[in-house]
């Protein structure tokens, strides 16, 4: 028998559909699962798509892979991905490749790619993006860990990943924990994008008083444009969903809690430690937080005063147009923001992240998928220290385009009571970076009143202390 290229250990939805994906590119691919039910029913209901060696025991699995031997965990993110590479470690030898598909949260692959390294095995922290389906056929793949594995590992990956005009979406993103980082923050522009689509989506219901079909068909014309995307494709098939049981528009039977599973928050987590304000992100996954506070969202709604405006939309399509340009410009800032905390986080450990090769690689298969990452590659093609996305002279113009309709959306929302809070932030993050000057001066000036804190001055160079007046 043959041995396997390529090992797939956790065959629940993720991990099934991996080593389907493997087997499919013609990969011989060992499969084991820890109760053996799931990897027996891969083979008996998929067996016949490729070459699969299914295997009962981590031994025989171990054993059924040619070396290095490569082998992918699927399991939960957590304790139990530390069980298995526990499991895993004592039956591998040196120069194996574990690599961590699943979600993990960065420092623990840190933490797993020491300890691995010591003692000899290369471990490979990868993001994989595009849900199950993505999975099937051709995810967005961000691995990290060191660059060596990444020779043979690389190769395979590329093949199974997601391709856009015949180029990968996979390459090797940096050292230990950098694949992961960048799934993450993938994941936390992924809630901003979100959050600005629903507002968008508040703003021209209200405003207009559209049904959410009509809204639909908005995206729809929106999506053959510059926000084409995988996310503003589905809005438009969500909102035109009909429930079967009420014959209602879905949207309109759907709870409106939204739920998380948590990489927002570590995104915004690792912003506040590296001091990188993701404000788009910080605002969406904050938006998740406000929709689920079903005790104070009941206390407010009948105490809280309005005060608000009436609308006054005197031209339909002008304003359907500027919410477009309000949505654009802002997703531009989260972006942005997105790029420069993988920026700070690749100074910060050393990874040496390429920005430009990452939107690259969120081109296809993954979940924020859209037309514009070309335009973020090319950026950072034109200038790879580009200090913000904001300023490369492309995006620059675009979003300058879009400012004037951007204040519109943000003061009408805030007339009429809209809540638009990432729409909102957004506008005054760029605000705040094109400010000639910043009531930080003013904030430097309490901190040495209260705290003798000290500031500098814009005139003469040091550092300087004031002794304020004692009289007051
Ligand atoms: P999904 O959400 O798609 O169901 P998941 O919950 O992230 O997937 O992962 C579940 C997988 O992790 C299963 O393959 C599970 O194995 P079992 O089918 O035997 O339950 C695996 N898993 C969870 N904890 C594990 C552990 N401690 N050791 C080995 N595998 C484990």
């Given at each position: 028998?043959?041995?396997?290229?390529?090992?797939?250990?956790?065959?629940?939805?993720?991990?099934?559909?991996?080593?389907?994906?493997?087997?499919?590119?013609?990969?011989?691919?060992?499969?084991?699962?820890?109760?053996?039910?799931?990897?027996?029913?891969?083979?008996?209901?998929?067996?016949?798509?490729?070459?699969?060696?299914?295997?009962?025991?981590?031994?025989?699995?171990?054993?059924?892979?040619?070396?290095?031997?490569?082998?992918?965990?699927?399991?939960?993110?957590?304790?139990?991905?530390?069980?298995?590479?526990?499991?895993?470690?004592?039956?591998?030898?040196?120069?194996?490749?574990?690599?961590?598909?699943?979600?993990?949260?960065?420092?623990?692959?840190?933490?797993?790619?020491?300890?691995?390294?010591?003692?000899?095995?290369?471990?490979?922290?990868?993001?994989?993006?595009?849900?199950?389906?993505?999975?099937?056929?051709?995810?967005?793949?961000?691995?990290?860990?060191?660059?060596?594995?990444?020779?043979?590992?690389?190769?395979?990956?590329?093949?199974?990943?997601?391709?856009?005009?015949?180029?990968?979406?996979?390459?090797?993103?940096?050292?230990?924990?950098?694949?992961?980082?960048?799934?993450?923050?993938?994941?936390?522009?992924?809630?901003?994008?979100?959050?600005?689509?629903?507002?968008?989506?508040?703003?021209?219901?209200?405003?207009?008083?559209?049904?959410?079909?009509?809204?639909?068909?908005?995206?729809?014309?929106?999506?053959?444009?510059?926000?084409?995307?995988?996310?503003?494709?589905?809005?438009?098939?969500?909102?035109?969903?009909?429930?079967?049981?009420?014959?209602?528009?879905?949207?309109?039977?759907?709870?409106?809690?939204?739920?998380?599973?948590?990489?927002?928050?570590?995104?915004?987590?690792?912003?506040?430690?590296?001091?990188?304000?993701?404000?788009?992100?910080?605002?969406?996954?904050?938006?998740?937080?406000?929709?689920?506070?079903?005790?104070?969202?009941?206390?407010?709604?009948?105490?809280?005063?309005?005060?608000?405006?009436?609308?006054?939309?005197?031209?339909?399509?002008?304003?359907?147009?500027?919410v477009r340009l309000a949505l654009y410009a802002s997703k531009v800032v989260a972006y942005a923001q997105g790029f420069d905390q993988i920026q700070a986080a690749s100074e910060e450990y050393g990874w040496n992240v390429d920005r430009g090769a990452m939107a690259r690689i969120w081109r296809g298969g993954c979940i924020i998928r859209a037309r514009f990452l070309n335009?973020?590659?090319?950026?950072?093609?034109?200038?790879?220290?580009?200090?913000?996305?904001?300023?490369?002279?492309?995006?620059?113009?675009?979003?300058?385009?879009?400012?004037?309709?951007?204040?519109?959306?943000?003061?009408?929302?805030?007339?009429?009571?809209?809540?638009?809070?990432?729409?909102?932030?957004?506008?005054?993050?760029?605000?705040?970076?094109?400010?000639?000057?910043?009531?930080?001066?003013?904030?430097?000036?309490?901190?040495?009143?209260?705290?003798?804190?000290?500031?500098?001055?814009?005139?003469?160079?040091?550092?300087?202390?004031?002794?304020?007046?004692?009289?007051?």
């Amino acid at each position: 028998m043959s041995l396997a290229q390529i090992g797939v250990t956790g065959l629940a939805v993720m991990g099934r559909n991996l080593a389907r994906n493997f087997a499919r590119n013609g990969f011989t691919v060992a499969v084991h699962n820890r109760s053996p039910q799931k990897m027996t029913s891969l083979l008996a209901e998929h067996g016949d798509e490729g070459d699969f060696i299914g295997c009962e025991s981590l031994e025989d699995f171990v054993a059924a892979l040619e070396r290095p031997r490569k082998i992918v965990i699927m399991v939960q993110a957590g304790p139990a991905t530390d069980a298995v590479i526990d499991a895993l470690v004592p039956l591998l030898d040196q120069g194996d490749i574990v690599v961590d598909a699943g979600n993990a949260h960065f420092p623990d692959t840190r933490r797993r790619e020491a300890a691995l390294r010591e003692i000899g095995l290369h471990f490979v922290g990868s993001g994989v993006s595009g849900g199950e389906e993505g999975a099937l056929l051709g995810p967005s793949i961000m691995p990290g860990g060191p660059a060596e594995s990444y020779k043979t590992l690389g190769p395979i990956l590329e093949k199974i990943s997601a391709k856009v005009d015949g180029v990968p979406c996979c390459t090797h993103v940096g050292p230990d924990g950098a694949g992961h980082f960048v799934k993450m923050v993938h994941n936390g522009i992924e809630y901003a994008d979100m959050q600005l689509i629903g507002e968008a989506y508040q703003l021209l219901r209200e405003g207009l008083d559209l049904t959410p079909a009509e809204i639909g068909d908005i995206f729809d014309e929106w999506n053959k444009g510059d926000l084409e995307s995988f996310l503003i494709e589905i809005t438009a098939e969500v909102l035109k969903q009909v429930d079967a049981r009420t014959g209602k528009p879905l949207v309109d039977v759907i709870v409106d809690e939204a739920g998380q599973k948590g990489t927002g928050r570590w995104t915004v987590q690792s912003a506040l430690d590296l001091g990188v304000p993701v404000t788009g992100i910080a605002e969406a996954t904050f938006a998740r937080a406000i929709s689920s506070q079903i005790a104070q969202r009941e206390a407010a709604r009948d105490v809280l005063s309005a005060s608000t405006s009436e609308w006054h939309i005197n031209n339909r399509d002008g304003f359907i147009e500027d919410v477009r340009l309000a949505l654009y410009a802002s997703k531009v800032v989260a972006y942005a923001q997105g790029f420069d905390q993988i920026q700070a986080a690749s100074e910060e450990y050393g990874w040496n992240v390429d920005r430009g090769a990452m939107a690259r690689i969120w081109r296809g298969g993954c979940i924020i998928r859209a037309r514009f990452l070309n335009r973020i590659t090319e950026a950072y093609e034109r200038d790879a220290d580009l200090a913000s996305l904001l300023v490369d002279p492309y995006f620059a113009n675009e979003v300058s385009d879009g400012v004037a309709a951007w204040r519109r959306v943000v003061s009408m929302a805030a007339l009429t009571g809209v809540p638009t809070p990432a729409f909102s932030s957004s506008l005054a993050y760029y605000d705040a970076l094109r400010a000639e000057r910043l009531p930080a001066a003013l904030i430097q000036g309490q901190r040495d009143f209260f705290g003798a804190h000290t500031y500098k001055r814009t005139d003469v160079e040091g550092t300087f202390h004031t002794l304020w007046s004692e009289d007051r």
